[in-house]
């Protein structure tokens, strides 16, 4: 666990763009592509995996992992069309194994030397992934629609060899789904309304079935991954923001998925339901001529917050040009959902002094 916190090295954003036509932009390299309109929940926003072993403590926008990509746009008046092939794979970054955030298997004894390996598909021309945009921006609103055929971020478990140990010869594989979505934006007044929607064919889950394990302490009731089911998915978000407020921006949005042709053995392990409800409120507010920000961040998992909660407080100070101090604190409720199950007692109180050149 120590190897992965205590040294990295990673390229980020590296991209070459230029005109290749006089309405035709092509850019190649490592780049961030956000389909999304949401400030904090993801719908259209599937591109970019994330760099999650910290959750809650930063921002989406700054989480993204950037991806290679070859990415044509074509410009039509108020219309752009974009291309997109995207030759590397690569998947979000998860707490390691006993860390604060994923506890799990490091308190089942000697069940922590079971991890499923990770079965990552090799870059080829034929796991290329695409995808395709069409947005157009007008006075006071804009819409966009997509398609996409990539690799999805979040694995399943899905068990390769039978053995005497129940679950073993099990790995983590990664769907290949197809996405349909469209989003839009129609702002009057002081106030935004946003909205994604998306149609995601082909995701894997899990299914298991519970069993007893023995362990030095004593039987443990485990749910054992025994296969996988192939679903469609719906997600759906909503959204407002508020500008009336001097200074100050106020945002809630909410995003349901329903899984089509739900089963009981699909829920164990991943706290997978039938339907899932993510509400996020975000509020923002500048002082002394905007050289201190506040930001009070709330993200809720189910209809009343059973599946967990995680709400943020923090401070922005700007010392002087490119130097920033900030801190503030980050709570989290306990919840039926991986991995609030678990991650109730992570409480953070956090500062940081940030330069950029």
């Known amino acids: 666990m120590l190897k992965v916190y205590e040294w990295e090295a990673d390229l980020q954003e590296v991209w070459i763009q230029g005109s290749v036509a006089p309405a035709v932009d092509l850019k190649i390299g490592r780049q961030i592509v956000n389909w999304g309109r949401s400030d904090t929940l993801r719908v259209l926003d599937v591109l970019n995996p994330l760099d999650n072993r910290e959750p809650g403590l930063t921002d989406i926008e700054d989480l993204r992992r950037p991806v290679m990509m070859l990415k044509a746009d074509a410009f039509y008046r108020a219309w ?3 291309l997109i ?9 998860n707490p390691p194994i006993g860390s604060d955030f994923a506890p799990v298997l490091a308190s089942l004894g000697e069940l922590a030397t079971f991890v499923a390996p990770e079965n990552v598909p090799s870059e080829s021309f034929d796991n290329t ?5 069409l947005g157009g ?15 999805s971020d979040p694995g399943y478990l899905r068990p390769v060899l039978s053995g005497p140990i129940p679950g073993e010869g099990t790995e983590l594989r990664h769907s290949r789904f197809t996405l349909l979505g ?15 929607l998306a149609w995601l064919d082909g995701l894997d889950y899990t299914t298991s079935t519970p069993t007893t394990l023995p362990t030095p302490s004593g039987p443990v009731r485990a749910e054992i991954p025994t296969g996988s089911v192939r679903r469609s998915r719906l997600d759906f978000m909503i959204g407002v923001e508020y500008y009336g407020i001097s200074e100050t ?6 995003v349901n998925r329903h899984i089509f042709g739900f089963r009981e053995d699909m829920r164990p392990n991943f706290s997978v339901e039938r339907n899932s409800l993510e509400t996020a409120v975000r509020i923002t507010r500048n002082f002394i001529n905007d050289r201190l920000a506040a930001t009070l961040v709330a993200v809720v998992f189910g209809n009343h917050a059973q599946d967990g909660s995680v709400v943020r407080l923090d ?8 130097l920033v101090l900030g801190g503030g604190i980050l709570l989290f409720q306990h919840g039926d959902r991986i991995p609030f199950d678990s991650i109730s007692r992570n ?4 500062l940081e002094l940030k330069y950029s050149f």
């Open 85 to 93: 092939a995207i030759p590397e794979i690569r998947f979000s970054k």
């Open 347 to 350: 409480d953070r109180v956090f």
């Open 80 to 82: 752009v069309l974009s």
């Open 249 to 254: 921006n106020i945002v809630v949005e909410m």
């Open 129 to 133: 992934s695409w995808a395709a945009s």
């Open 315 to 322: 401070l922005r100070y700007d010392l002087r040009d490119a």
């Open 182 to 196: 469209a989003g839009a934006n129609y702002t009057f007044g002081s106030w935004l309304v946003k909205s994604e």
């Open 137 to 151: 921006v007008f006075s006071g609103w804009d819409v966009s629609f997509h398609f996409a055929r990539i690799w």
